[in-house]
């Protein structure tokens, strides 16, 4: 297949020479590539966000338009990851605030059909349960839930990314996973006790 | 706070436990959770969910592989590059409003010499014109007053291309509505190039005379206007309006009499 950077990079701009490697700045070509090898995690991110696989394909769609249209004057970016992960939640909340594309209510179905879990039914309704508490949570809490636990970002990463600072991301994680447990946790498991008499007890 | 009972407050904040949980803290803080996780059972059950929480959050990148993203990847390079056009041609959109913007306000100070004309102002006649048209036209200045408007000012463009007339009228609602005529000897067919903000131009030809209406967006009156010029345009006037003087331009404005070697009575002859 021809690499899909070209391809856009050909279509969007095709006067536009390419930008030069060096030492600080990665070549145009390594960033999309970096770029694509994120496109995954990025339509996880945005799926989990909003709950329905075409919002969250033309948020991911959105977003790398926006960062290709403004890497012909890119040229420093240190961690590609983070760009994207920013970009994707400006577009996010652009999204939600024209409340337009984005439906704010998570399809928890979808999200579950599309597990890769095994096919445990137990383990299944685990995950469902799990799901449906995170939708449940509020966006900007879910967002730092799935930057820090999802995506393993740090905390500073994950700040850069919302654009707040590190106390703001730890408030809103430790609200979003206390949430989290409230929504999942069970107690301790159910213990049946015989409390009357069986008929073989009977005389 | 349930599982501590209501007695005992949790010795530590939700905020500490869950960075303890993912791994985020290091030297003397994390040290002490070490040994309040191992002291406090309470604490330990927590931790222990929240860290719970952390391993199914990260489970759900192997949970949710979207292995479909490489099936993806040209349904993507299309849409972006789809967007990428239209934010360039909407870019592009823009500049040329823009643009279009600031000729208009140029063209406007060199072709409207009067955008506000002034009822005292001294005007030339249309028959300054006279005598360059190869194709003499006889053109009465319209009387619009049945649509409201009134005539209060009139020039040559002697900077434009051909040959050509402004009058000015004033609609009722005060704002001033331009009628240019011109003469074209060859295929010129632009009268006006650009109009002012907020206003519409409606142009037509007849014959070697180029007509232009440029009154403000959406007066209800332009095609009946155009009409009436196109009538003024055709029937030249069986008899001249008294005493020579322009017979629409009332509120006392101090049109100059028509040259009557070049105006027959009222009739501009272009």
Same mark, same amino acid.
């Given at each position: 297949?021809?690499?899909?950077?070209?391809?856009?990079?050909?279509?969007?701009?095709?006067?536009?020479?390419?930008?030069?490697?060096?030492?600080?700045?990665?070549?145009?070509?390594?960033?999309?590539?970096?770029?694509?090898?994120?496109?995954?995690?990025?339509?996880?991110?945005?799926?989990?966000?909003?709950?329905?696989?075409?919002?969250?394909?033309?948020?991911?769609?959105? =977003?790398?338009?926006?960062?290709?249209?403004?890497?012909?004057?890119?040229?420093?970016?240190?961690?590609?990851?983070?760009?994207?992960?920013?970009?994707?939640?400006h577009v996010f909340i652009d999204a939600m605030r024209r409340r337009r594309h984005v439906?704010?209510?998570?399809?928890?179905?979808?999200?579950?059909?599309?597990?890769?879990?095994? @096919?445990?039914?137990?383990?299944?309704?685990?995950?469902?349960?799990?799901?449906?508490?995170?939708?449940?949570?509020?966006?900007?809490?879910?967002?730092?839930?799935?930057?820090?636990?999802?995506?393993?970002?740090?905390?500073?990463?994950?700040?850069?990314?919302?654009?707040?600072?590190?106390?703001?991301?730890?408030?809103?994680?430790?609200?979003?996973?206390? =949430?989290?447990?409230?929504?999942?946790?069970?107690?301790?498991?159910?213990?049946?006790?015989?409390?009357?008499?069986?008929?073989?007890?009977?005389? | 706070?349930?599982?501590?009972?209501?007695?005992?407050?949790?010795?530590?904040?939700?905020?500490?436990?869950?960075?303890?949980?993912?791994?985020?803290?290091?030297?003397?803080?994390?040290?002490? %959770?070490?040994?309040?996780?191992?002291?406090?059972?309470?604490?330990?059950?927590?931790?222990?969910?929240?860290?719970?929480?952390?391993?199914?959050?990260?489970?759900?990148?192997?949970?949710?592989?979207?292995?479909?993203?490489?099936?993806?990847?040209? *349904?993507?390079?299309?849409?972006?590059?789809?967007?990428?056009?239209?934010?360039?041609?909407?870019?592009?959109?823009?500049? @040329?409003?823009?643009?279009? %913007?600031?000729?208009?306000?140029?063209? %406007?100070?060199?072709?409207?010499?009067?955008?506000?004309?002034?009822?005292?102002?001294?005007?030339?006649?249309?028959?300054?014109?006279?005598?360059?048209?190869?194709?003499?036209?006889?053109?009465?200045?319209?009387?619009?007053?049945?649509?409201?408007?009134?005539?209060?000012?009139?020039?040559?463009?002697?900077?434009?291309?051909?040959?050509?007339?402004?009058?000015?009228?004033?609609?009722?609602?005060?704002?001033?509505?331009?009628?240019?005529?011109?003469?074209?000897?060859?295929?010129?067919?632009?009268?006006?190039?650009?109009?002012?903000?907020?206003?519409?131009?409606?142009?037509?030809?007849?014959?070697?005379?180029?007509?232009?209406?440029?009154?403000?967006?959406?007066?209800?009156?332009?095609?009946?206007?155009?009409? *009436?010029?196109?009538?003024? %345009?055709?029937?030249?006037?069986?008899?001249?309006?008294?005493?020579?003087?322009?017979?629409?331009?009332?509120?006392?404005?101090?049109?100059?009499?028509?040259?009557?070697?070049?105006?027959?009575?009222?009739?501009?002859?272009?």
């Amino acid at each position: 297949m021809k690499p899909p950077s070209k391809r856009i990079r050909d279509a969007a701009f095709p006067s536009t020479p390419r930008v030069r490697p060096s030492p600080a700045a990665p070549a145009r070509a390594g960033i999309d590539q970096e770029m694509i090898a994120h496109i995954a995690a990025l339509r996880r991110y945005a799926l989990l966000l909003v709950g329905e696989a075409h919002d969250a394909d033309d948020l991911v769609q959105e =977003a790398l338009a926006r960062v290709l249209a403004r890497t012909r004057s890119w040229t420093r970016v240190r961690d590609v990851r983070s760009y994207l992960f920013t970009t994707l939640h400006h577009v996010f909340i652009d999204a939600m605030r024209r409340r337009r594309h984005v439906r704010m209510a998570v399809d928890v179905d979808e999200i579950v059909d599309r597990l890769a879990v095994p @096919a445990g039914q137990l383990d299944r309704l685990a995950w469902r349960d799990f799901v449906r508490a995170l939708a449940t949570i509020p966006a900007e809490q879910r967002e730092v839930v799935l930057l820090v636990g999802m995506e393993g970002m740090s905390y500073a990463e994950a700040a850069r990314v919302l654009g707040v600072p590190i106390g703001t991301v730890m408030s809103r994680l430790s609200r979003g996973r206390e =949430a989290l447990r409230r929504l999942t946790h069970r107690g301790a498991p159910v213990r049946l006790r015989v409390v009357g008499r069986t008929r073989r007890d009977d005389p | 706070m349930s599982e501590c009972g209501p007695s005992r407050p949790f010795p530590v904040d939700d905020a500490t436990l869950v960075a303890y949980a993912d791994g985020m803290l290091r030297g003397a803080r994390r040290r002490r %959770l070490d040994r309040l996780v191992r002291g406090d059972p309470a604490v330990a059950a927590r931790a222990a969910v929240y860290a719970e929480q952390r391993r199914r959050l990260g489970g759900l990148r192997t949970a949710l592989p979207m292995a479909d993203s490489v099936d993806f990847h040209p *349904e993507l390079v299309a849409a972006v590059a789809d967007r990428l056009r239209r934010h360039r041609r909407t870019r592009r959109l823009a500049v @040329a409003a823009v643009l279009a %913007l600031l000729l208009s306000s140029g063209a %406007l100070l060199r072709t409207m010499e009067t955008t506000r004309p002034s009822l005292g102002r001294p005007v030339a006649t249309a028959g300054d014109v006279a005598g360059h048209a190869a194709d003499a036209v006889r053109f009465q200045r319209p009387d619009l007053r049945a649509f409201g408007l009134r005539l209060v000012a009139e020039a040559t463009l002697p900077r434009a291309r051909v040959p050509a007339v402004r009058l000015v009228y004033e609609d009722a609602e005060g704002a001033p509505v331009y009628l240019v005529v011109g003469v074209v000897q060859g295929e010129e067919a632009e009268a006006i190039g650009t109009v002012p903000e907020g206003y519409v131009a409606l142009e037509w030809r007849r014959g070697p005379t180029l007509l232009a209406l440029v009154a403000p967006s959406g007066r209800p009156w332009m095609r009946d206007v155009m009409k *009436e010029v196109e009538r003024s %345009l055709l029937e030249p006037p069986a008899a001249p309006p008294p005493g020579g003087v322009v017979p629409a331009a009332d509120g006392g404005a101090a049109v100059e009499p028509p040259d009557p070697a070049a105006d027959d009575g009222g009739a501009a002859t272009l």
